[in-house]
């Protein structure tokens, strides 16, 4: 038994690695929602992503519609002119493409197209280690020192449709586009590893 206090010291040293351990790893991975497009790398994230989103739309449903006149009418949940911007684009995509009349809604039209966007917007992850510091009073909620982070900062634009005449319309696909500029994040510097420059 005379083995016991040579080891207490020991477990304790081993507890604070335990503990210290699992407080790392209690931050190695989060995921924050971006609820504005304030910067400049916000506003091309989305508006890149929605360029690709509607160039996804499938020969399949639209080449059929050359010549028509096709009245859109889409829903989101918040953010007006974001909504508004998806849709001249995607107006835009429709007659370059196919060859279709957009029209409003004064105007006879042949078709229609029910769009639902189900994300206009950026959102930002963190994988990796770093360590908390929004439990220190006057510290923003979101404040870390980086030990080493994969950093992503995304632009996302997904959406379904429907379109025909009312009570028969097809479904179309759930279409997304992601956009994204990547870093990676040590104690001193962030690296960034992939760019969204599209020059």
Known sequence: MSWIPDALPFQGFRLV???LA????AGCGSRQLQDSLVGSTAQRLVTYSIDDLVSQLPDSDFAGLSGQRLYI????IQ???IQAYADTRMGIEL??????????????????????YTSLG???GYHGFYVPLGFIPGMSE??????????????VA?????IGESGSEHRGEVIQARTRTDALGLPIITVPISTIDRR
Not at 22 to 25: D, G, M
């Open 95 to 116: 007659a370059n493409r196919f060859d279709i009349q957009v029209v409003g809604t004064d105007e006879p039209a042949d078709a229609k197209l029910n769009v639902f």
């Open 142 to 155: 979101t404040a870390r020192v980086n030990l080493v982070t994969l950093e992503q900062f995304h632009g």
């Open 79 to 81: 953010y007006p002119e």
């Open 22 to 25: 699992l407080a790392l790893l």
């Open 17 to 19: 690695i335990v503990t």
């Open 73 to 76: 009418e889409s829903h989101f």
């Open 122 to 124: 950026t959102d930002q």
């Open 158 to 162: 997904e959406m379904y449709y429907y």
